[in-house]
């Protein structure tokens, strides 16, 4: 693993700065999981064969 990029020091998780950059980086992950097949076998792998 590399360090790209140094955002600092913290006294505590950065939470909403992690969710902000994953939804940049990996948007795609966070839309498929706004669907409403939570917990539905069928409903996810549809999920996953449409990604």
Do not use: C, L, W
Request: hydrophobic share 25%; aromatic share 16%; net charge negative.
């Amino acid at each position: 693993m590399e360090y790209v990029t140094d955002h600092g020091a913290f006294s505590d998780v950065p939470y909403g700065k992690i969710i902000e950059m994953f939804e940049t980086h990996y948007g795609g992950y966070f839309d498929r999981d706004k669907k409403d097949t939570a917990g539905a076998f069928e409903g996810e792998a549809e999920n996953d064969r449409q990604s």
